[in-house]
């Protein structure tokens, strides 16, 4: 079991193992989902966000070493604040953004500098834990590939140069935010998953990537082969989720089929979502 | 959930907000929208950007921004999409004392966001929408004359975000009658007597000035002949003093009939969801025993990060009788 937060700072402060740090990730293994009750029945569930305490130990062999180490705790926590970029809890492969903006110094309970007991309040604005898993799909991989008018089946694209088929499969019982990155060089790329056809209508460089990320909609990224990026959500094809051409649709529960022209490779992030992380041995 | 859509200030869409409170109202009283973001994670809107949530009629357009130390937010308000339509005034054409719509009703609408000058953004959905319309509107701000026009036909307006345009439709009001004690809270107030003999007075002075009166007959249909009397009489007023005869006992019967509409139903609900302004709904307070059927008046959205809630105000159409005021503005 890995228990870790991954500061915007660039550090990473690692909770057990051989780390001078401690902390329990059991801590942050409660939910509590609020609700709206219409004569006893639940009219919806309602996501609020949530703090947890959590305490943390901090083991050093000397006061001078404690004193560091206390000190680069703080920052990770504080720099997330003062940038008012959330920071990462990662427990085994799942993760949750969050702030720490409380940080107390238990004076009472520590050994001088020694083993320092620090009292931290985490808070989740949305408090959800999320499983990434990548699949890549290459144009040269296995799979069914058909071409031109023999292809079997009823989609939009039978009389293209040609249709790559490949499934990928949401294990969760309920769907999941996909980020999807294109690799160039595409022209006007779309990608079916399901019955959902993702497409922005951009022309994707050699060397460069179209990024559209369920679990950031705020912009879809084209990037050129320097790493110079675009936001092109504007041309995007338009389509509110379930309408067949929503962009950010989430992945339906089981396997799903996966189809595209074949002339780019890509990858499908799926980003399942719990409301806590599972416990591992 | 909907996704908030945001443009800058030349219409290009830049992406969906995160971290926000809206608050929409359209209807018969307001047409605004506040938008409120933490101020260090507010998205760079400005007069003229756009929000809206695809294929549905919540949007407008940034006309103001406030920010506050004391809680440190910033707030974009601005006009609905009913708003902006509602920022206009509709006006006779020249040589005429009234701008008549007659006919299908898109093809009314169709004139009405012409004489507007908004068709580069409102655009009417193509065809006929099968509904028969009749106005005469004289100096009325837009959306309120459309939705009393509609209203007039049990009609009612829709509007949904296409892309770059918003869709304009009229379609048959609905009658929801599936809201009861058992799915909802609500306040019913249900008016027992409402007017029942309406005094017009037209144009003219003193003994010159074109004088009628109507009645609610047994039957709550208007007459001429008076049922109600002494104490069950309610008497009401109704003045435009620019209608000669015919046309102010038009009016006057519009605004008899309205009066009659004096149930109001107090309602936040998931159930509201679907109800539009110019609906009607029917609600059932199965403990009390009650029932009240009114009009929908007014509907507020609130989406926080896309989650929405609906409330409506329900009850006593006024928009009806902004068209019948008839001043000479």
Excluded at chain 1, 181 to 206: F, K, L, Q, S
Aim: aromatic share 10%; hydrophobic share 35%; proline share 4%.
């Amino acid at each position: 079991m890995s228990f870790r937060y991954v500061s915007n700072n660039g550090d990473t402060i690692e909770f057990g193992g051989d780390s001078a740090f401690y902390a329990d990730s059991d801590a942050f293994r409660t939910y509590d989902t609020d609700y709206t009750l219409v004569h006893n029945a639940v009219a919806r569930f309602n996501r609020k966000a949530a703090s947890h305490e959590l305490p943390i130990t901090i083991f050093a062999d000397t006061e001078t070493q404690g004193a560091a180490l206390l000190d680069r705790l703080q920052q990770a926590f504080d720099h997330d604040v003062r940038a008012h970029k959330a920071g990462r809890f990662e427990i085994d492969e799942y993760y949750a953004h969050a702030y720490v903006p409380t940080f107390k110094f238990a004076c009472g309970d520590s050994h001088g500098l020694y083993e320092i007991e620090v009292k931290a309040k985490v808070l989740f604005p949305n408090p959800v834990w999320i499983l990434e898993s990548r699949k890549s799909f290459n144009p040269s991989d296995g799979g069914d590939t058909s071409r031109g008018l023999n292809y079997p089946y009823n989609f939009p694209f039978n009389f293209k140069a040609g249709v790559s088929i490949r499934q990928i499969t949401n294990p969760l019982s309920w769907p999941c935010a996909v980020r999807i990155v294109i690799y160039g060089e595409a022209h006007n790329p779309y990608i079916y998953i399901g019955d959902n056809r993702y497409e922005v209508d951009v022309d994707v460089p050699d060397g460069g990537t179209l990024t559209i990320d369920g679990l950031d909609k705020s912009q879809i990224v084209l990037r050129d082969q320097y790493g110079n990026a675009t936001n092109v959500f504007d041309r995007r094809i338009s389509g509110a989720q379930g309408s067949g051409t929503y962009v950010f649709e989430p992945i339906p529960s089981g396997v799903n089929a996966v189809t595209w022209d074949g002339s780019f490779p890509f990858d499908v992030v799926l980003c399942g979502e719990r409301s806590w992380a599972p416990c591992t041995t | 959930m909907y996704d908030l859509i945001y443009t800058d200030a030349e219409l290009v869409e830049q992406g969906v907000l995160d971290g926000y409170a809206l608050t929409m109202t359209f209807g018969d009283v307001d047409n605004t929208f506040d938008c409120v973001f933490g101020s260090a994670s507010a998205p760079p809107l400005t007069g003229g950007c756009m929000l809206y949530a695809e294929d549905t009629e919540y949007g407008g357009i940034v006309r103001g921004k406030s920010t506050s130390t004391q809680d440190g937010t910033t707030t974009f308000s601005g006009s609905t999409w009913h708003g902006v339509i509602n920022e206009h005034v509709l006006c006779p054409p020249s040589g005429q004392t009234h701008l008549k719509l007659r006919g299908d009703a898109h093809a009314a609408l169709r004139t009405a966001i012409a004489a507007c000058g908004l068709d580069s953004v409102f655009r009417v959905a193509s065809g006929d929408s099968g509904i028969q319309v009749s106005a005469d509107i004289r100096f009325i701000p837009a959306y309120d004359a459309i939705v009393a026009m509609l209203a007039k036909a049990r009609a009612k307006l829709i509007i949904k975000w296409k892309r770059d345009h918003a869709e304009l439709s009229v379609v048959a009001a609905v009658n929801h009658d599936s809201m009861n004690s058992d799915n909802a809270n609500f306040t019913i107030t249900e008016g027992y007597r409402p007017p029942n003999h309406i005094l017009l007075l037209g144009t003219g002075e003193m003994l010159d000035r074109i004088t009628s009166e109507l009645f609610i007959g047994e039957d709550g249909s208007v007459t001429r002949t008076k049922y109600y009397t002494g104490i069950d009489e309610v008497m009401a007023k109704f003045e435009d003093t620019n209608a000669q005869l015919e046309e102010l006992e038009e009016k006057g019967t519009e605004k008899l009939i309205e009066m009659q509409d004096v149930n109001e139903i107090d309602v936040s609900s998931e159930l509201v969801n679907d109800y539009d302004v110019g609906d009607y709904v029917t609600a059932t307070n199965l403990d009390a025993g009650q029932s009240a059927t009114a009009a929908v008046t007014s509907k507020t959205v609130t989406l926080i990060d896309g989650e929405p809630t609906f409330s409506c105000e329900i009850g006593s159409a006024s928009a009806l009788f902004e068209l019948n005021t008839g001043k000479d503005v």
